[in-house]
């Protein structure tokens, strides 16, 4: 069977809050068949492979209220109204934020959407290489509540993680296969 658009007849933001709404769609399907649709509209965000050195990344160990635990994740955040045009300068604040470091070199290496079953999350994978440490006068607030464990592993160990189960966080995994891939 070919796939077919929805279309939608009426929608409502059902929430609104600072980092994401909920919308509620009512749609009609290719067979005239209606259907209602929630979706989490989300602001798009960045997340940033930084290296090291070629075999060595910085990682964060942080709490995720969500899950109830910590999670190892690569650096990352939303973009906000200084980001939209240029997504970069979201990837410099959170390497500031959150690693206090800059880095000589930043490329975008991707996009992809989060979960699209349920929400329109939209996140951008940049590369980051030759970091240094920014002096502490010029280091910017972390978000309220934000704390990490700053962990450095080397591919060989990231590969473990993520052979073993043990790597769950889906940027993170996406920055490794893309990791992997960069390596040949």
Not at 2 to 23: C, D, H, L, N
Not at 50 to 75: C, S, Y
Not at 134 to 159: W, Y
């Amino acid at each position: 069977m070919a796939a077919y658009p929805e279309i939608v007849k009426s929608s409502k933001i059902v929430y609104e809050g600072p980092i994401f709404s909920v919308e509620t769609q009512d749609v009609a399907l290719y067979n005239d068949k209606k259907a209602k649709r929630d979706i989490v509209r989300h602001v798009p965000a960045i997340a940033v492979l930084a290296f090291v050195d070629d075999d060595h990344i910085i990682l964060e160990k942080q709490w995720r209220a969500t899950i109830n635990d910590f999670i190892l994740e690569i650096p990352a955040g939303k973009l906000d109204a200084r980001d939209f045009d240029e997504p970069q300068h979201a990837v410099i604040r959170e390497l500031n934020e959150e690693l206090r470091m800059s880095a000589s070199s930043i490329e975008r290496a991707l996009g992809f959407f989060e979960t699209v079953g349920f929400s329109d999350a939209y996140m951008y994978l940049y590369v980051a290489r030759d970091l240094k440490p920014i002096a502490e006068n010029k280091q910017l607030p972390r978000d309220l509540g934000e704390t990490m464990d700053l962990v450095t592993l080397s591919f060989d160990e990231l590969k473990s993680l993520f052979d073993s189960g043990n790597l769950n966080d889906q940027k993170t995994i996406t920055a490794f296969l893309y990791w992997n891939y960069l390596r040949g």
